[in-house]
């Protein structure tokens, strides 16, 4: 079941030029991994990788990767209609409390649905359609959509919201943060086609 969700998870990251899932064949032979850390060190296809905790890894980058762009926008961006990407806690009455939101450009709609996340402990991922959405005092609660269910989650006011947009390989430098959705080979080595980066500096908050 872990598996599964996993490789559910690994639909909802990213792009082209604008988000892509990995394909089939490659989990059916390798697990997803997500890597968050910072830039060592780059060199043609070859990334190293230092996480937020443990030793560096080296990530072979398939030859045609790209980058995506993750830039702050105001939490107006979640609007009816958005489609969304949201990490959550979820809360003891079903309902979840967002740590980050990812807007996704119009006409992309990706892993959709709620599943396990690895951002935080016991967090979650839920992408689908916005509904209803009530502004409050202490931030926005939204109804998001997904095949299958729905999903009631409080936005609080001071959770990082961003928008998904294409990158340049320029941006992948030594000390710049990322977030890496990898393939991990049987044999212990990792592979990606995509790397996320934060704009000033951030970084991204999935």
Do not use: C
């Amino acid at each position: 079941m872990r598996k599964h969700s996993l490789q559910t998870a690994a639909t909802g990251v990213l792009i082209a030029t604008g988000v892509v899932a990995i394909a089939a064949s490659a989990l059916a032979q390798a697990l997803p991994q997500n890597l968050r850390g910072t830039v060592k060190s780059i060199s043609g296809t070859s990334l190293v990788l230092k996480p937020k905790s443990g030793p560096a890894v080296t990530i072979t980058l398939a030859p045609a990767w790209g980058v995506t762009a993750m830039k702050s926008v105001a939490v107006d961006a979640i609007q009816t209609g958005s489609f969304i990407g949201t990490t959550t806690f979820e809360k003891a009455d079903g309902t979840g409390r967002s740590l980050e939101v990812h807007v996704f450009p119009p006409g992309v709609k990706i892993g959709q649905g709620h599943y396990p996340w690895d951002l935080k402990p016991h967090s979650m991922m839920t992408n689908g359609d916005v509904g209803k959405v009530v502004a409050g005092r202490k931030g926005r609660t939204i109804e998001v959509a997904y095949p299958g269910g729905t999903h009631t989650i409080m936005v609080p006011n001071n959770v990082p919201v961003v928008t998904i947009t294409p990158g340049d390989r320029a941006m992948i430098k030594p000390g710049v943060k990322v977030f890496i959705m990898s393939t991990k080979a049987p044999d212990g080595s990792l592979a990606a086609d995509r790397i996320l980066v934060g704009d000033n500096g951030a970084a991204p908050p999935m």
